[in-house]
C-alpha cells in the first residue's frame, strides 16, 4: 500500500476573524450541510489573511468522506486512537465510539493505554478498586482476561490504567520483545471481541508503538483548531516505520475532526484544508465542541448515556456507523 501522504502542504491559518466563546447546545449539528463563509470586512489585511474559500463548496468535500471502499469490513478488528499531541479528543473518542459501536450490539474492548487513565474513569472505574491493569499485561504477562472490567454500558468493557503505567516507559526500555508485549497479550483473546479500541498516550513512546504494533489500523482524531496539523506528519511517518518494521497490516483507517466550533471561520478552515489533503480518509462525521461531551467524563459515563440526545452523542453515533460499515456482530 502506498505510503500515507505527508503533510508539509498543509496550511493553517494564523489569523482568525472571530472568537471561541463556548457554544450553546442548540446549535446545529453540521454533519450534513454546510454554511458559507462570510467575507472578511474592508481594510488593511493582517500578515497572514484568511485563504479565500475554495470552488469547491465545504458541503461536497465531506459528502466525499469516509468513502475509502464500498465493502464491509472484517472482524474482529483492533484501532489505536492515537495523535502525539495532546487534548485532540483521543480519550473521548475512545470512550464514546466505543459506547456507540456497543449500542450497536457488537462487543467492544476498550484498552486504556494512557497513564493518566482518563478513559477508566470516564467509564466509571476507579483506579482503587481494580486488581489488575494494563500495566501487570505489559509487564507482568498477566492475561488479558484476568485484567478485563465491565462497565454500565452493555457490550462494553474496559481494560483499566493505573499510575504504575507510568513508569512503564523506562522499565520497557531493557525488555526483550518491547514492541510487542501488547500484542502477544491480545493474541491470547482474538475473536472474543468485535472492536478492540487502544487509547494510545499522547506522545510515540514504547506505549503508543506498542498499541500501533498490536493494530489493524489508527484513527487520528484532530482538532479543528490552529496546532491541529503540527505533528501529524511525525506521527504519520511512525505508523509508516511500525508498518514496516512490526507490523505490514497497519494502516490508517480514518481522520475524525472534533471539537467543531461552528461559529469560528477557523474550525471550516482547518476542515477545509484537511478534507482537501486526505480525501476520503477523513470521517463525513464532524464531532461538534459541547458542554454536554464535556460533563458525561465527570459522571463517569459516556455522552451516549449521560445525555443520549444531545448532538455529541448524535455525532459519535454517526462516526461508529462509519467506523463499523456494514459489519456484522460476530463475537460471542
Known amino acids: ?4 501522504p ?13 472568537g471561541t466563546e463556548e457554544i450553546n ?20 489585511p ?7 474559500p475554495a470552488p469547491e463548496a465545504l458541503a461536497a468535500l465531506r459528502a466525499r468522506g469516509g468513502e475509502q471502499s464500498g465493502d464491509a469490513i472484517e472482524l474482529p478488528l483492533v484501532i ?3 495523535n ?27 484498552i486504556d493505554l494512557d497513564p493518566q487513565g482518563n478513559a477508566t474513569t470516564g467509564m466509571g472505574i476507579s483506579h482503587r478498586n481494580v486488581e489488575g491493569s494494563i500495566y501487570d499485561v505489559i509487564m507482568n504477562d498477566a492475561p488479558i482476561d484476568d485484567c478485563t472490567e465491565p462497565t ?7 481494560v483499566p490504567a493505573t499510575i504504575d503505567l507510568a513508569g512503564a516507559e523506562i522499565e520497557l526500555v531493557p525488555a526483550f520483545s518491547r514492541e510487542l508485549k501488547l500484542r502477544r497479550a491480545l493474541a491470547a483473546i482474538h475473536g472474543s471481541y468485535d472492536f478492540t479500541l487502544i487509547d494510545c498516550p499522547p506522545s510515540l513512546g514504547l506505549l503508543t508503538v506498542n498499541g500501533l504494533a498490536a493494530s489493524d489500523d489508527v484513527i487520528v482524531p484532530i482538532q479543528c483548531e490552529y496546532y491541529a496539523l503540527e505533528g501529524l506528519g511525525q506521527l504519520l511517518r511512525n505508523v509508516a516505520l511500525v508498518k514496516s518494521n512490526l507490523n505490514p497490516a497497519l494502516d490508517v483507517r480514518g481522520i475524525v475532526l472534533t471539537m467543531y466550533d461552528a461559529r469560528t471561520k477557523l474550525a471550516e478552515q482547518v476542515e477545509r484544508e484537511v478534507r482537501a489533503h486526505f480525501g476520503a480518509k477523513v470521517y463525513r462525521t464532524v464531532v461538534p465542541r459541547t458542554v454536554r461531551i464535556s460533563e458525561a467524563p465527570s459522571f463517569g459515563q459516556p455522552v451516549t448515556v449521560f445525555d ?3 448532538r455529541g452523542a448524535l455525532a459519535y453515533r454517526e462516526l461508529a456507523k462509519e467506523v463499523s460499515r456494514g459489519a456484522t456482530r460476530r463475537a460471542g
Do not use: C, H, W, Y
Open 6 to 18: 505527508g503533510i508539509d502542504e498543509v496550511s493553517v491559518p494564523e489569523q482568525v476573524g472571530s
Open 84 to 110: 502525539q499531541k495532546g487534548g485532540v479528543g483521543k480519550t473521548t473518542t475512545a470512550v464514546n465510539l466505543g459506547a456507540a459501536l456497543a449500542e450497536l450490539d457488537f462487543r467492544v474492548l476498550v
Open 152 to 158: 454500565s454500558v452493555k457490550n462494553l468493557f474496559v
Open 25 to 44: 447546545e442548540t446549535d446545529d449539528i453540521r454533519v450534513e450541510q454546510d454554511k458559507d463563509v462570510s467575507p472578511e470586512p474592508p481594510g488593511k
Open 80 to 82: 489505536s486512537i492515537a
Open 308 to 310: 443520549s440526545t444531545s
Open 46 to 52: 493582517g500578515p497572514n489573511p484568511l485563504p479565500a
Open 1 to 4: 500500500m502506498a505510503a500515507e
